[in-house]
């Protein structure tokens, strides 16, 4: 009897010390994420009354779309709502850092540029954020990615990216693919 619990003892210890290592190993890998590959999760939350979201502020109807800002800095704004993205189409500039801000007023929606790193969650009452760099020229499909209801599967978009030397916002910074 005591040969066969010393035996059990032993078999324990060696499954603690293994569930010990890989707790470790994850937490060692998490670590690493986080200070070295800065892998944190979004930390700039910013809210907006999505009641109003259409009727003051930078989701209006005149504010969507691309804009250069003062600094010179690309922001494209866009609204998703059932069943489609407001604008339909954005114009942005190849090989230029662009700042997409994105809000819904209605129920949740994703967004996933197609051939990009772009892909985010637009949640009723909260602006969606995300900086990337389009490096092709062309078109890219922006579908939705969440179900939101039965005309989910028609809610999509494109991204018209030009070179920089074609990119030419009007005198107020807006530039869109009306013109094109």
Not at 12 to 18: G, I, S
Not at 82 to 95: E, G, N, R
Request: hydrophobic share 45%.
């Amino acid at each position: 009897m005591a040969a066969d619990e010393q035996s059990i003892l032993r078999a324990e210890l060696r499954w603690a010390v293994v569930v010990v290592i890989t707790i470790s190993v994850l937490m060692l890998a998490s670590l690493y994420a986080v200070v070295i590959l800065h892998r944190n999760p979004p930390s700039n939350i910013e809210t907006i009354d999505p009641k109003t979201l259409h009727l003051s502020g930078e989701f209006t109807e005149s504010n969507l779309g691309t804009r250069v800002e003062a600094n010179g800095q690309v922001t494209t704004r866009i609204v998703a709502t059932q069943f489609a993205f407001l604008p339909h189409c954005v114009l942005v500039p190849a090989d230029t850092r662009v700042t997409l801000r994105l809000s819904s007023p209605d129920v949740i929606h994703g967004i996933l540029v197609t051939g990009t790193n772009v892909n985010t969650m637009v949640v009723p009452g909260y602006v969606a954020q995300v900086h990337t760099v389009f490096t092709t020229t062309g078109d890219l499909l922006m579908p939705c990615h969440e179900f939101c209801g039965l005309g989910h599967n028609q809610m999509l978009a494109r991204v018209h990216v030009v070179p920089q030397n074609e990119f030419h916002p009007d005198a107020n910074g807006k530039a869109s693919c009306a013109e094109r």
